[in-house]
């Protein structure tokens, strides 16, 4: 089975700017969250969406958004992109049983 | 999630056992203790999981305390390759809608 894919995996943007980062989830697994890795609050969830809905948002504020397609493909988007947003972003997709199986990344830097 | 304390770092020799200790001691009887690592850059991978009796896969072997206070990940023959950071998670539940809890994790060192 192939694993979790993310694209574009480096972006480079300006402050001001947004962006939309695609993440595709193993063969099957309906479960998609997405995570912000950062050297000084390292690993954190920004949010978990199944069949479309989301069920899960971390403590982000709403300029951080998502979405999730039919096919369970999910996105997420940042908006007005600010120096502290440049972070790994990470998709993780997963079954019911809770295994949860982490793409390789997206590393956004904002200048 | 059940607050989990691990060292900061590590250092193993090559083909020795890496013995990874983690503290957890408020755990409740249903939760179970997840080891994963994160090669530098890349995204976490899965190592293994467990509730009360000891596991082992093909990557590692899960101890698990008789009082499930503690468990300890081990890699039987450490590589280069196994230079990572470990994080051992106890998240609230084992659905696939509960996030993950990442806190610092165990910095290993394999060593040549």
């Known amino acids: 089975k192939a694993g979790v894919t993310q694209t574009p995996r480096y972006l480079i943007k300006t402050r001001g700017q947004q962006v939309t980062l695609s993440c595709s989830p193993i063969s099957g697994h309906r479960s998609v969250s997405w995570y912000q890795q950062t050297p000084g609050q390292g690993l954190q969830f920004l949010f978990e969406?199944?069949?479309?809905?989301?069920?899960n948002k971390g403590n982000f504020p709403g300029r951080f958004s998502g979405r999730q397609f039919s096919n369970s493909r999910s996105e997420m988007n940042v908006s007005t992109l600010e120096l502290g947003d440049s972070a790994l972003y990470l998709c993780a997709s997963s079954l019911p049983d809770g295994l949860k199986y982490f793409g390789p990344g997206t590393r956004l830097l904002v200048l | 999630d059940a607050k989990t304390t691990q060292p900061p770092s590590m250092d193993c020799a090559e083909g020795r056992a890496a013995n990874l200790p983690c503290n957890h001691s408020?755990?409740?009887?249903?939760?179970?203790v997840y080891w994963y690592r994160q090669i530098h850059s890349q995204g976490p991978q899965y190592i293994i999981h467990?509730?009360?009796n000891n596991e082992t896969n093909e990557m590692a072997s899960l101890i698990i305390t008789e009082d499930r206070k503690s468990s300890t990940l081990i890699l039987p023959h450490a590589t280069l390759r196994d230079t990572a950071v470990y994080y051992c998670i106890v998240p609230r539940t084992n659905s696939g809608n509960t996030p993950l809890v990442f806190g610092k994790g165990t910095r290993l060192s394999v060593i040549a």
């Open positions: 969406y199944f069949s479309e809905t989301q069920r």
């Open positions: 408020t755990i409740s009887g249903n939760e179970y």
């Open positions: 467990g509730l009360k």
